[in-house]
Structures are given as C-alpha cells and as structure tokens.
C-alpha cells in the first residue's frame, strides 16, 4: 500500500501529521465516538437509529504563554463532543457530509482551531464501515452565528441556605439553564489582611458551593468559565464557585457578594435573576423574582 494511499485511510490524526501547517504545532484529538442517531437519504434509514463513529482532530497554535494548568486557557475537549451534540439535535439529516460540514464550521468557529479533520462513519451498513472525511480551515465553510445562552441567575441568601428543600423547589421551577450563586457564609475566619480576606472568604462560598451540591439532586460546582459555559449550553444547573472567576476578571467585581452576583448575572447577561430570600439590592437592569422563604415552601 502507497503512502497516500496509507495516510487516506488511517486515522485523522495520522493525516494531520502527513499535512503539515506552519505555525501549527499542537493537535486536539477524539477517537472512536459512537452515537446512536437517525440519518440517512434512504426511506430504510428513516424512523431508526443506526450507530455512527466520528473522529476529529483539530489543530491549533501553540500557546504563546504557560498554560498555568488553567482550563479557560485552552480549546477544551468537551467543544468537540458538543459540536457533535448539537448538529445532531438541530435536525434530522440525509448526509454524513453536511453532518460532517456543521460540525467542522462549528469547532473552527472557536478562535484557537487553526485547521479541523472530520470523519463520520456509519457502522450498520452491510460488511464494513461507510464514512466521509474532510478537512477545512476557517473561512472555507459556512459562518456560524454566535450563540448567547442566557441564564436564570438564583442568588441565595443565607437564611435560604439552611433549607434544601426550599432550595429544591427553586432548581425545579427556576428554568434552564440555572446558575446558582450564594451569599458569603458568616462563620468564616478573619484576616487582618484585606487581600487574604477576600481570598478566605472566596473559599467560604466555594466550600458551602459543595456542601449544597451534595445536597441537591443533579447539580454541579462549576469554578471556570469553561465549567460554567458547559453547564450553561448543556442546560446542567451548577452552583458557581467565585474564587478563580473574581480573581481573573480583566475589571474590578464588586466587593459584596450580593452585588457580585449581579455582576455575574451581566457578565453572563441573565435572561432573569432570582432572589432567594430577598437580599439582592436593587436594579432595573433585569427581571427580578423575589422568592420569600415562606414563598419557597412546597
């Protein structure tokens, strides 16, 4: 078997390392990703579901600057996997490639994809595997619209802290997606420092972020932006955990942690903040709920 013959049908990421891109050194990989789905051209394929394999790779620059181990930092793995999950549900499809074409416009949207190979493959069909590959680069495919998920921001005070129940009802009825935000706890040490004071009292928010998390039922703690946009496309409610979040903000966040969590609700640009137990100050800038704790009672 030829070279090119070779590299055509190995995988993507060997095709890659065959094409050569200057300034490209690093390369994002997923293998053997198999979904059930309905697609098809032929009325034999309508009406079922038949499993499909994609592999990808993507290729980006290498950082200009150490990575500090920091997520928010990187092309993450999961804009792979969620390019495939919302072709997939954005409608029914004939052909692999214009799956293929979506899924590639969609990953090279993001700014550090430099060049992306696709490969789809059908696995039901007869004796063998049936697939498409193909390779583009930005501008070659077709523009995709930036998408603004807008969500409902729940900030909720200590006195509603103390009764998951409560708390339960608000996940449920709140809409999706839902970040929850929380009020600083009072218990929590003192610093003579103010610098070490906010850094302790970030903390005490992020342990009580766990400890509500591992009292509600399917509900995260998301501490990135990468975390929080997931959880945010993925229609996941998380609880924020505010420590890396505040202390990376290009601006200066708002030392109170009411006022912080609008601040949250305009970064994020909240369709809608609730207010468990009636807390937050005042703003016109969304449409607030006011929950009472009495309210919030089933």
């Known amino acids: 078997m030829g070279d090119d013959t070779q590299t055509a049908f190995s995988h993507p990421e060997d095709r890659a390392m065959a094409m050569p891109m200057d300034n490209v050194h690093d390369r994002l990989s997923l293998r053997d990703h198999v979904v059930e789905v309905e697609i098809g051209a032929f009325q034999a394929e309508r009406d079922m579901t038949q499993r499909v394999a994609f592999d990808i790779v993507v290729e980006v620059a290498a950082p200009e600057a150490d990575l500090e181990d920091d997520v928010d930092r990187i092309l993450s793995y999961d804009r792979l996997t ?7 549900a954005a409608e029914r499809l004939n052909l692999l490639e214009t799956l293929a074409e979506r899924i590639a416009d969609r990953i090279l949207a993001e700014p ?4 992306v190979f696709v490969r789809i493959q059908k696995l039901d069909k007869g004796n063998g595997k049936l697939g498409v590959e193909i390779v583009r680069v930005p501008g070659q495919g077709g523009a ?4 603004v998920v807008q969500p409902v921001v729940a900030f909720v005070s200590n006195a509603a802290l103390s009764n998951v129940a409560r708390l339960t009802k608000v996940v449920q009825t709140a809409g999706s997606p839902l970040v929850i935000v929380l009020d600083l706890p009072k218990d929590r040490p003192q610093a003579a420092s103010a610098n070490s004071q906010r850094q302790i009292d970030l903390l005490a928010v992020e342990q009580a972020a766990w400890q509500l998390s591992a009292q509600l039922e399917d509900v995260s703690v998301a501490a990135t932006r990468t975390e929080i946009d997931w959880a945010m496309k993925t229609g996941q409610p998380c609880i924020c955990a505010p420590a890396k979040l505040v202390n990376d903000a290009t601006d200066t966040p708002p030392e109170g942690f009411a006022e912080l969590a609008l601040w949250f609700a305009q970064e994020w640009q909240a369709k809608q903040v609730i207010d468990v137990g009636g807390t937050l100050p005042a703003t016109d800038t969304f449409p607030v709920e006011i929950v009472t704790l009495d309210q919030s009672e089933g």
Do not use: D, G, P, Y
């Open 112 to 115: 550090q994809a430099k060049r």
């Open 144 to 147: 995709i619209a930036t998408e």
């Open 82 to 88: 969620w390019a495939i999950e919302h072709e997939l």
